[in-house]
Every structure is written in structure tokens, then in C-alpha cells.
């Protein structure tokens, strides 16, 4: 998809919705970046919140195009820690990627974490090459490494740790 979306109006929503089950299966395989294991733990957030509402600690910001999710986030506070945050999953369908959705999905994910009093908000990523735009992509949102631990996920394959205060 071209950069043409820049001037679309996405919709956003943050009600979870039975069917969200398959759209974030259908986003998230899209990409080709993450394992069957990986996609089944997407699919069990959007379970979890179903089940539990806002007891299950994780919160969602859907993006959509004309009825169609396009993309979204899903974020939460870190048990024990004041006012911190990690971002779980960040994630566009590939037909609509470097189309400014991401970022928009980021803006809006800050701000829905600020109203609810967060003031840092973490995220975790691999080193693994195919990453590379990923880290990139959250460096240009004003993340910072904070963090690298080796070998984290697998020989060769280290987590990334980014880190953002978006209150003083």
C-alpha cells in the first residue's frame, strides 16, 4: 500500500470485540515476522480481555479503515511498578504498512497510557535482523535502549528492551 493512507481519517477504537479473535490473528500472520506461537499469544490477550474486561490488565487501540481493522496495539500497566507500562504488540497489516498507521497507533497508544496515568512505557523486541526496521521504527517514536540482554530468546536471538518517559 502506497503512502496515500497519510490523508485517511482511521477510525480508532478501544472496545474488544468477539470477532477481534481472527482480525488479530489475520493482522499478525500478515506480517510473516512471528511464529504460530507467537500469533496464538496475540489471539490470548484479545481472550483474556474478553473474559476478564479490564481485570485481565490488558488494554487494546484497533485501528480501522471502513469497517476493516488495519491495525493495532496492545498495552498494559506492569504489575508493581508505578505508573509503567509496557506495549505488548504493535502491529499493521502488511497491505497498509509505511502508511503512517503505525505511528498514529503509537500517538494514540501514549496518549490513552497517559490518561491513564503511565508515565514510562516499555517495549521488547529481537535483535534479529528482521527487526531492524522495527527498532528503527521505535527509535523514530522517541524510544530509547534501554536494555539488551543476550541470547534471551534463543543462541543469537537477543531481546531488545526500548524504553519512553512520556511524563516528567
Given amino acids: ?3 496515500c493512507l497519510k490523508n485517511v481519517d482511521i477510525t480508532y ?11 488479530v490473528r489475520q493482522i499478525v500472520e500478515s506480517t510473516e515476522f512471528f511464529s504460530e506461537a507467537e500469533t496464538g499469544i ?7 480481555r474478553l473474559s476478564k474486561g479490564l481485570r485481565s490488565g ?21 504489575p508493581g511498578a508505578a505508573n509503567r507500562y509496557d506495549l505488548y504488540w504493535i502491529v499493521v497489516h502488511h497491505d497498509f504498512r509505511r502508511a503512517g498507521i503505525g505511528k498514529s497507533l503509537m500517538v494514540k497508544t501514549e496518549e490513552a497510557i497517559e ?14 535482523d528482521q527487526y531492524r526496521t522495527t527498532r528503527l521504527f521505535y527509535r523514530s517514536c522517541g524510544y530509547q535502549e534501554e ?6 530468546y534463543g543462541s543469537g536471538d537477543d531481546k531488545v528492551i526500548y524504553v519512553k518517559a512520556i511524563r516528567p
Fill in 1 to 3: 500500500m502506497s503512502n
Fill in 13 to 23: 477504537r478501544t472496545d474488544v470485540r468477539p470477532s477481534d479473535r481472527n482480525d
Fill in 42 to 48: 496475540a489471539v490470548e490477550l484479545v481472550e483474556e
Fill in 58 to 78: 490488558y488494554h487494546f487501540l484497533f485501528g480501522e479503515l471502513t469497517g476493516r481493522m488495519i491495525g493495532y496495539t496492545c498495552f498494559g500497566p506492569i
Fill in 115 to 128: 490518561k491513564q496515568g503511565g508515565e514510562r512505557i516499555y517495549i521488547d523486541t529481537s535483535s534479529r
Fill in 147 to 152: 536494555a539488551f540482554l543476550k541470547d534471551f
